[in-house]
């Protein structure tokens, strides 16, 4: 079983900037895809951005296009998603997830245009951002 740890959310004011950080203890992240999705009260889990495990190429979602970064530190087997002028409606549980390598979900995120969750089998419990004044 893959356990994937999320932490850096928090509560910030709007055009605030956070770190998100994405981590195993016994899964090396290096060659898989890990995408982070988010979750607000009430609507379905959407897909943020991911990363490619194979060429480490990326996919962001329109909305987060020019304010978000994914980033990988393979060093200390982290991905990380940089997530810049902050909005209230980027108020949700952001989730980091991995498809194991199984297959390169984001290179598929990259043709489709979208991210599809039943891609990523692992899952992290999830870290709240709240956007608020």
């Known amino acids: 079983q893959v356990q994937l740890v999320e932490s850096g959310g928090g509560l910030v004011q709007p055009g605030g900037s956070l770190r998100l950080s994405c981590t195993s203890s016994?899964?090396?992240?290096?060659?898989?895809?890990i995408g982070w999705f988010r979750q607000a009260p009430g609507k379905e889990r959407e897909g943020v951005s991911c990363i490619s495990g194979s060429d480490g190429s990326t996919y962001y979602a329109d909305s987060m296009k020019g304010r978000f970064t994914i980033s990988r530190d393979n060093a200390k087997n982290t991905v990380y998603l940089q997530m810049n002028s902050l909005k209230p409606t980027d108020t949700a549980v952001y989730y980091c997830?991995?498809?194991?390598?199984?297959?390169?979900?984001?290179?598929?995120?990259?043709?489709?245009?979208?991210?599809?969750?039943?891609?990523?089998?692992?899952w992290g419990q999830g870290t709240q951002v709240t956007v608020s004044s």
């Open positions: 997830a991995t498809d194991r390598g199984a297959r390169d979900s984001c290179a598929t995120a990259q043709v489709m245009g979208i991210m599809i969750k039943d891609d990523y089998e692992y």
């Open positions: 016994e899964f090396t992240l290096d060659y898989s895809a």
